[in-house]
């Protein structure tokens, strides 16, 4: 589950009436069942939930628990992800009760970083040492609520990423007067100097925290430039899939720094910066991949790093492939056609329009144009132009000042074909933007529904429809082709993904052979994990996911050598060896009913949440979840697809474009780390 990590709601003070402790029942009616809560509880989430008990107060069933809201059964298999599933299907207003409850412990950084600070009364407020006991005490509370305004205005600064001089803009000073005229704002030096170094510090070790035992993660960059500074910067982000026997798996997506690429040596540069952030976080022998947006100097530099894969970023890809289709000739003109068509309905012809749209039941409504340049901007340009098709044709033919202005049957064939090619490229932007869960494993089957069915040439298509199937079609296999070493580790390492994937599992778009070979690769890395185990841990003869778990089935018990050497007994020379043999041959075994329990398991539908299924089914399964931590932490884009596929990419352009190069990396950290990975920033139109 992902949870949200808001500034401003860390720093609140928590003013409402005391919530019912965690476990009791939050019921009245005295004929319904006695609720209480697991006696190991730990997640806020059982405060919805209990088991019945008897008079006595003792568990009637462990396998059943009851909703307090709805009073509704749900199955129980030891850990709570169906539980907040539940909540988040059923019962919205106490799920984000939940959630708010449930935070990030990084959302009390902002609350705690500064809880009182002192500020410096003028000499006109400052108080007498022989005032009165009421003066002395709202004195207290004078300095505690300029305390809070000071934490409000960092965090203001820090969430919305303003430069830091803001703290001495006139029109700034004048609104914060206003707010309490007795209030001192803190100078710019001391937001600079003082304040978010020591709330970076606090963040930062928060941060640290949560990477404290990590096996497996994935790392991807984003490449930005100040065009104020002209600066190129990268931000450097961390990804894992983390489990834990009370919640399950869950998702960790931390930016971890925010460097300058210089102009000379631009790879070897990226190469040492990233290395020494790996070094500096502890994490330069667990990354299993990096997502980078295909520039040169990042995959150099990733190839520098012997990093385990380089994936490209799919959003990357999409967004390229269809502005090389959209450069054509012919379909770059028509696309300038369609944006003089739009300009053309102003005043007076859009009243004619609009009258146009009344008399045929339309809904009236301007055209719209795609200033923002984007693909999904030109999309629903198209999409307007279709809607009002019949009120256009109509106005056109009727209006004086159309004549020299033509927009006929095939430009609207035209129009037609562009919109059924990019409408499966908007739904796949829809779909892999609103997954709260990783999205490599998607990414394969994407492809293949994009390649085989959307950009397949059909017999009776344009000329220009033809030729934009073809370039986009182009693009995105060169992309994620097999024709280099480098292309084909990308291929498996995206077919295992997806094959851990319960909704892809059987892996329709690969032949026999190469599915063959994929469950090899499986096979393979489960062993090297119970070698391992093994290695770390002699005499280990089972593994469970969950403790707290009831028995599921086990490992069976690995021989162990004899102690004794070769030098001991000669014959050891040949039956340790014999014995050596027998134990791989048991471990393929246990891998083999393994992954046979793993595909004999129901096929998730395509809108059902895999990571919340791996969460329940977890304990079943000795070595693939730790398969899956590795192949999943790396991500399926270079960024957050919000910002891949709509404004609000550029509105956070804009920000960034504020900050001063010296405070670059502290604001960025603190604004991306105080936020939820999947909440977008607001886009240009909001």
């Not at 999205?439 to 394969?444: A, D, G, L, W």
Request: with cysteine; proline share 6%.
């Amino acid at each position: 589950m992902t949870e949200r990590c808001s500034i401003s709601e860390g720093i609140q003070v928590n003013c409402s009436p005391k919530e019912p402790m965690e476990g009791e029942s939050s019921a009245t009616s005295c004929t319904g069942p006695k609720l209480v809560a697991h006696p190991r509880a730990k997640s806020k989430v059982w405060k919805y939930f209990g088991f019945d008990t008897d008079a006595n107060g003792f568990i009637l069933r462990w396998k059943r628990i009851y909703c307090r809201v709805c009073m509704s059964q749900i199955a129980y298999s030891g850990n709570t992800s169906n539980l907040s599933y539940h909540l988040e299907k059923n019962h919205p207003v106490e799920f984000n009760e939940f959630i708010k409850s449930n935070t990030d412990p990084i959302r009390e950084v902002f609350a705690t970083t500064f809880p009182r600070i002192k500020t410096e009364p003028s000499g006109l407020h400052a108080q007498s040492p022989s005032e009165p006991p009421n003066s002395r005490q709202g004195s207290e509370c004078d300095k505690r609520r300029h305390s809070d305004l000071t934490v409000a205005v960092i965090t203001f600064i820090c969430e919305g990423l303003y430069p830091v001089s803001l703290v001495e803009e006139p029109s700034f000073r004048t609104l914060m007067s206003t707010v309490d005229p007795v209030y001192s704002l803190p100078s710019q030096r001391e937001v600079a100097v003082k304040m978010l170094p020591q709330m970076y510090c606090r963040t930062r070790d928060m941060v640290f925290g949560e990477l404290v035992g990590l096996m497996n993660c994935g790392v991807s960059t984003d490449l930005w430039h100040s065009q104020t500074q002209n600066r190129t910067y990268i931000s450097l982000s961390m990804h894992s899939v983390k489990y834990d026997s009370t919640v399950g798996f869950s998702m960790i997506n931390r930016c971890l720094k925010t460097f300058e690429v210089q102009e000379d040596n631009t790879a070897k540069n990226i190469t040492r910066a990233i290395y020494e952030v790996f070094v500096e976080w502890g994490i330069a022998h667990k990354v299993s991949g990096a997502t980078t947006n295909g520039s040169v100097d990042l995959v150099q530099a990733c190839s520098l790093l012997e990093l385990s894969v380089e994936m490209p970023c799919l959003g990357h890809a999409i967004n390229r492939a269809i502005d090389e289709g959209f450069q054509l000739p012919r379909v770059d003109s028509f696309f300038v056609r369609c944006r003089k068509l739009v300009d053309h309905f102003k005043e007076p012809t859009l009243y004619l329009l609009k009258e146009k749209q009344k008399q045929h039941g339309l809904t009236q409504c301007a055209l719209i144009t795609d200033r923002a340049r984007s693909w999904l901007a030109t999309l629903a340009m198209l999409e307007r132009l279709k809607e009002q098709e019949i009120a256009i044709t109509a106005t056109l033919r009727e209006s004086s000042s159309s004549h020299n202005f033509t927009f006929d049957g095939p430009h609207w064939c035209l129009l037609d074909g562009l919109i059924e090619v990019l409408q499966p490229f908007k739904v796949v932007a829809n779909m892999i933007t609103q997954c709260s869960y990783p999205t490599i494993s998607m990414v394969r089957p994407l492809l293949h529904m994009l390649l085989m069915t959307t950009l397949k040439v059909k017999e009776g298509d344009l000329k220009e429809i033809s030729m934009t199937k073809e370039v986009i079609s182009k693009v995105l296999s060169s992309t994620y082709s097999q024709n280099t070493q480098l292309s084909q580790e990308i291929s498996t390492f995206l077919n295992i993904a997806t094959f851990l994937d319960p909704r892809y599992k059987k892996l329709p778009f690969l032949s026999l052979q190469e599915h063959s070979k994929v469950e090899s690769s499986i096979i393979e890395e489960c062993k090297a994990i119970l070698e391992k185990q093994i290695a770390e841990q002699p005499g280990l003869a089972n593994f469970s996911w969950v403790s707290d778990e009831p028995p599921h089935k086990k490992l069976a018990p690995l021989r162990e050598p004899a102690a004794s050497s070769t030098q001991d007994n000669p014959l050891a020379a040949i039956f340790g060896q014999f014995d050596l043999d027998q134990n791989q041959e048991e471990l393929h075994a246990q891998v083999l009913e393994e992954l046979g329990n793993y595909k004999s398991q129901r096929v998730l539908g395509l809108n059902e949440d895999p990571l919340l299924w791996w969460s329940t089914h977890a304990p079943l399964f000795p070595t693939l979840p730790k398969v899956l931590q590795k192949y999943w932490c790396v991500p399926a884009t270079s960024v957050p697809c919000h910002r891949m596929f709509n404004s609000s990419g550029t509105a956070l352009f804009g920000k960034r474009n504020r900050i001063a190069p010296a405070l670059v990396d502290q604001q960025i950290f603190l604004y991306e780390n105080s936020r939820c990975y999947y909440e977008r920033e607001p886009c240009e139109a909001d």
